[in-house]
């Protein structure tokens, strides 16, 4: 990938997030296989096709009674696109997750900033551990999105001055914000999933409570949504216990 010539390159702000699944082995079959060879050995591929209503309640009792080691042998590759700091809370997840983030270093970072939508709920009452968001009023709305705009075309303006006065980009980066877009492909199983989605996501179902910024619940969400038509067995028995993940 070329750099695009200075010139061109003015800023733009966007309140969405992308997530697009590139690759999959994911499947409800994949548990099944997994579950069963602890009693029927290498005959457990023949009972893929046998009484569906026998594997659903295999799947829902293995996500009840959290035997988790035959939700991971599947995998899923995402390609999203969101602000610097939902991949830095993203990558706290560890376990079962891998990924790789484009680089500052090696390419100059194109000005798309995340600004807040209409919707996105400015104010913050409460204290830490119990507290709620609540609607902006139309003024503050205002002030974040022209103090937001504002910052980050001063920023990019001072990085696109260091990269023309010859310093390297792994330098001149450092004067842009976390509310820069980047994007990165994880990948993940099912059950390293139904973990990420019982902490960055809210739902009625959920025994746990959890309390997510938005703009990484925005990505949850959209993964989700991806997940449910793969392994809609699965994903019934996640919520039907609880959204717990085994």
């Not at 997530?19 to 099944?32: F, G, M, N, Y």
């Not at 809210?202 to 990484?216: D, G, T, Y």
Request: proline share 5%; with cysteine.
């Amino acid at each position: 990938m070329t750099d695009t010539p200075a010139d061109d390159l003015k800023p733009s702000f966007r309140s969405d997030v992308t997530v697009e699944l590139v690759k999959h082995t994911a499947s409800d079959a994949d548990v099944l296989f997994a579950a069963r060879v602890s009693t029927v050995g290498e005959q457990s591929l023949d009972e893929l096709g046998k009484d569906p209503e026998r594997s659903k309640g295999l799947i829902n009792y293995l996500m009840r009674d959290r035997h988790g080691s035959p939700f991971e042998h599947n995998s899923m590759t995402f390609f999203i696109s969101a602000p610097i700091f939902v991949f830095r809370e993203f990558m706290r997840h560890r376990v079962g997750w891998s990924y790789n983030e484009e680089s500052g270093r090696y390419r100059e970072l194109q000005p798309v900033f995340y600004v807040p939508g209409a919707d996105r709920r400015l104010v913050q009452e409460g204290r830490p551990g119990k507290y709620v968001f609540v609607e902006g009023t139309r003024e503050q709305q205002e002030l974040v999105t022209r103090t937001m705009e504002d910052s980050y075309r001063q920023a990019y303006e001072a990085y696109q001055e260091m990269l023309a006065a010859g310093v390297a980009r792994e330098v001149a980066r450092a004067v842009l914000p976390v509310g820069l877009f980047s994007s990165m492909y994880a990948t993940c199983n099912a059950r390293s999933l139904m973990h990420f989605l019982g902490l960055r996501t809210q739902h009625e179902l959920a025994k746990v409570p959890s309390f997510p910024q938005r703009e990484i619940e925005m990505v949850g969400e959209k993964m989700e949504a991806e997940w449910a038509r793969l392994m809609p067995l699965t994903y019934a028995a996640f919520n039907t216990n609880g959204r717990v993940a085994p």
